[in-house]
């Protein structure tokens, strides 16, 4: 009978970016510190998503920090109101802001992301009314999304790392965050090899860039 405590190696995890031990991710994931604290509040139905770019977002950022739960611990909903932090709600809803990097604020900046479908997003607004009262911010039109494997409504959908990563260059251009997405374009590119050249484009019908 085998050990519960020793599951086989084809199933062992690494205990920090959770994926299966041959497939650790963790060699790529940059540890870049930022001015502007990152906060993700993950829907519960995405913690064990195969694909889960919050958990690698937050890795590689110094100071980031993810929140499981569908209804925030009545702790966090209080530090969200801190008037001793200039939050803001990364949320495209009808009336948000252009995110911008000038703030006529001297507090330290701190950004909430959303992780979930859209319909879980929405859901964990409604849910969380301490979220409604943050000013809401959205990134510019026109990006696009490098998340392959996805099917998203539009092509400017961005993966929560991507948001994230586009959000910090918006708001500290002297820093280079595009390290953030190497673990993520590793990761993409791992799941097509793993489903082969033919169900990719099959599924997907997008021709992988050279």
């Not at 085998?2 to 920090?16: G, I, L, N, T, Y």
């Not at 708001?171 to 489903?195: K, W, Y």
Request: proline share 10%; charged share 20%; with cysteine.
């Amino acid at each position: 009978m085998s050990d519960p405590s020793h599951p086989p190696a084809a199933r062992r995890r690494c205990s920090q970016c959770q994926r299966p031990t041959g497939h650790c991710l963790c060699h790529l994931v940059s540890h870049i510190p930022a001015r502007t604290r990152i906060l993700v509040i993950q829907h519960p139905d995405e913690q064990r998503h195969a694909l889960n770019t919050a958990r690698l977002l937050v890795a590689g950022l110094a100071g980031a920090e993810l929140i499981v739960a569908e209804r925030l611990p009545q702790q966090w909903a209080d530090q969200l109101l801190d008037p001793a932090w200039h939050t803001e709600l990364l949320f495209p809803g009808a009336d948000a802001s252009p995110l911008q990097a000038s703030a006529a604020d001297d507090r330290p900046r701190r950004l909430i992301l959303l992780d979930g479908t859209w319909r879980k997003a929405r859901k964990l607004l409604y849910l969380n009314p301490v979220l409604q009262q943050l000013p809401q911010v959205a990134l510019p039109a026109g990006l696009r999304s490098r998340y392959r494997l996805r099917k998203a409504p539009s092509a400017e959908a961005l993966s929560t790392i991507e948001a994230g990563m586009q959000a910090l260059q918006i708001l500290e251009p002297a820093v280079d965050f595009s390290p953030l997405l190497v673990p993520f374009d590793a990761l993409i590119e791992g799941q097509i090899r793993a489903m082969g050249e033919t169900v990719y484009q099959r599924n997907h019908g997008t021709p992988r860039p050279d």
